[in-house]
């Protein structure tokens, strides 16, 4: 194959395309179902096939008048990788970009093509365009730098839209922690609404900078937003399957009140938010993640004689700010019987507290226990392999620990060991010393 000729092939779900604008009409070809019409416009040959027919490779010897579309997309919607095809310039130098949402199946590229937008990028604007009707229109205001609005001709359902001297456009922004994005969104499409995708999936590239990496809590990712580690608080966004930072909030909603996500506060305590589609309202009734343990932990304190090393231990977490319950309900029983299911939520919550301070509280006894243990073993006994083995621990699991910690050892001493005692293998060994009365070397 000569230098100068362009390889060309189809397979493993993408096919290159190839637009056609003869007669000022515009028309999709594959290589993967035009082969032959291609090769007939633009010259060369095909010259693999795979014997299912689903893959195949070739080469033109020029594309004459054809343009370079790119691969093909399925199902704007929900594609995680827009594949924008550059088809020129305009006259301030920046590149114009094309995505068609191409069907995979010939059956179904008519209803893609009528379904989906085209799409044209151009800087921090977006054409939605419908294929058939104003793609050629759009493009060529668009490379010739004119500004933009289309309008229907009347009396005809599928008129060709013709230029006007003036602009219609959205302009979105969003507020993210140091500065201002902005988008212009031009709507020039008859396709319906709820097909339109979100016009900001289109900039994964310049939002990169913003994606959330982290896990909120959760009472704070039902609210969307997210607490930055400088404290700040923030808006999040999911815009095609990622989460991206926004806005700066005042401080922390639930203290402001200024709730998110479409949740109202129905008492202090409690959070609402209604599903119209699904007629469902969930409910939320939170606390303070320490606020709602500490009247249970010293409860626990003063039953077990403990003081207030035992409460701020049992009230503690290194993350978790607030500690909530959620219910969902049929909207029409809520709306009937609201002060029943708030009552319901906050008993939740109670019970819910009432039973991980329980579950803490076993901890710490456990902990108590285990320091009396270590206390008991001498810490110039030996530990062996064979202590472990009889304790009940494997032998593979065994070596392992040895080869990591003390490599090329039979036997260490029990205070060396005991720096790994949060290990649950190592803390059976001593409980097993203890317990056989072989505390002493």
Same mark, same amino acid.
């Given at each position: 194959m000569k230098k100068n000729n362009i390889a060309v092939a189809f397979g493993q779900g993408t096919s290159d395309l190839f637009l056609s604008i003869e007669d000022n009409e515009p028309r999709l070809l594959s290589y993967e179902y035009n082969a032959d019409e291609l090769h007939d416009k633009c010259g060369g040959r095909q010259y693999y096939w795979s014997r299912s027919g689903c893959s195949g490779a070739g080469f033109f010897v020029n594309l004459g008048d054809l343009l370079t579309i790119g691969l093909y997309r399925v199902d704007i919607t929900y594609n995680s990788e827009q594949l924008f095809a550059p088809i020129g310039k305009d006259p301030d130098g920046e590149e114009v970009l094309v995505a068609v949402p191409y069907a995979s199946?010939?059956?179904?590229?008519?209803?893609?093509?009528?379904?989906?937008?085209?799409?044209?990028?151009?800087? =921090?604007?977006?054409?939605?365009?419908?294929?058939?009707?104003?793609?050629?229109?759009?493009?060529?205001?668009?490379?010739?730098?004119?500004?933009?609005?289309?309008?229907?001709?009347?009396?005809?359902?599928? *008129?060709?839209?013709?230029?006007?001297?003036? /602009?219609?456009?959205?302009?979105?922004?969003?507020?993210?922690? /140091?500065?201002?994005?902005?988008?212009?969104?031009?709507?020039?499409?008859?396709?319906?609404?709820?097909?339109?995708?979100?016009?900001?999936?289109?900039? =994964?590239? /310049?939002?990169?900078?913003?994606?959330?990496?982290?896990?909120?809590?959760?009472?704070?990712?039902?609210?969307?937003?997210?607490?930055?580690?400088?404290?700040?608080?923030?808006?999040?966004?999911?815009?095609?399957?990622?989460?991206?930072?926004?806005?700066?909030?005042?401080?922390?909603?639930?203290?402001?009140?200024?709730?998110?996500? *479409?949740?109202?506060?129905?008492?202090?305590?409690?959070l609402v938010r209604y599903y119209d589609q699904d007629n469902e309202v969930h409910l939320v009734a939170y606390n303070s993640f320490k606020a709602s343990r500490e009247k249970v932990a010293r409860r626990f304190a003063t039953h077990l004689g403990e003081n207030e090393e035992f409460v701020s231990s049992v009230c503690s977490h290194d993350e978790a700010t607030y500690e909530e319950f959620e219910l969902v309900v049929p909207k029409a029983l809520y709306l009937l019987d609201s002060g029943n299911y708030i009552d319901q939520v906050r008993k939740g919550l109670a019970k819910k507290v009432r039973a991980d301070v329980k579950n803490r509280v076993r901890q710490w006894a456990r902990r108590m226990e285990d320091k009396a243990i270590l206390e008991e073993i001498p810490d110039d006994r030996l530990v062996t392999v064979d202590d472990s083995l009889e304790a009940g621990n494997c032998l593979p699991g065994t070596e392992a620990f040895v080869q990591k910690f003390f490599p090329g050892r039979s036997s260490v001493k029990a205070e060396e060991l005991k720096k790994y005692a949060d290990n649950y293998s190592v803390m059976r060994i001593f409980r097993y010393l203890a317990g056989r009365g072989q505390a002493a070397s």
């Open positions: 199946h010939t059956e179904d590229l008519d209803r893609y093509l009528r379904t989906y937008p085209t799409v044209i990028k151009v800087g =921090s604007a977006i054409f939605y365009c419908d294929f058939y009707r104003n793609l050629l229109d759009v493009l060529q205001a668009v490379l010739a730098g004119k500004n933009i609005i289309f309008e229907i001709l009347e009396g005809r359902m599928y *008129g060709k839209y013709i230029l006007r001297q003036k /602009e219609l456009t959205n302009v979105l922004d969003w507020d993210v922690r /140091e500065e201002n994005l902005q988008i212009q969104f031009f709507n020039m499409s008859c396709i319906r609404e709820k097909e339109l995708p979100d016009p900001w999936e289109f900039f =994964s590239e /310049e939002l990169s900078p913003y994606m959330v990496t982290t896990q909120p809590e959760h009472i704070f990712q039902l609210l969307g937003v997210e607490k930055l580690e400088d404290g700040t608080f923030v808006r999040t966004r999911w815009i095609n399957g990622a989460k991206y930072r926004g806005k700066i909030l005042p401080g922390d909603p639930l203290v402001t009140g200024n709730l998110t996500a *479409g949740w109202k506060k129905v008492v202090d305590d409690v």
